[in-house]
């Protein structure tokens, strides 16, 4: 697989699973501080940075008038169009 994949398409690869990517959604939620979630078959992704690069995301997730379900959505599109490294 190249390495410049998407978590969408290592996603649709079946290389990272809906739990992996629930589960950086709620480690995201929980601490958006986080650099480093581990995923897959091996796959790093720097969670804060993905979510920083995403502007929808960055937006929704500063709203304070956003809903949870809303910074959660935005989060996880973020998530799966953001590139992690193979480690």
Do not use: C, S
């Not at 929808?56 to 500063?62: I, L, S, Y």
């Amino acid at each position: 697989m190249p390495e410049d994949r998407t978590v969408g398409d290592l996603f649709k690869a079946k290389a990272v699973t809906d739990d992996d990517v629930r589960a950086a959604v709620e480690t995201y939620m929980a601490d958006p501080a986080t650099t480093l979630f581990v995923m897959g078959e091996g796959y790093g992704l720097d969670l804060a940075e993905a979510v920083q690069a995403h502007e929808w995301a960055k937006v929704m997730t500063a709203n304070p008038n956003a809903t949870e379900h809303l910074k959660r959505a935005a989060v996880r599109t973020a998530i799966l169009l953001a590139r992690p490294e193979k480690r």
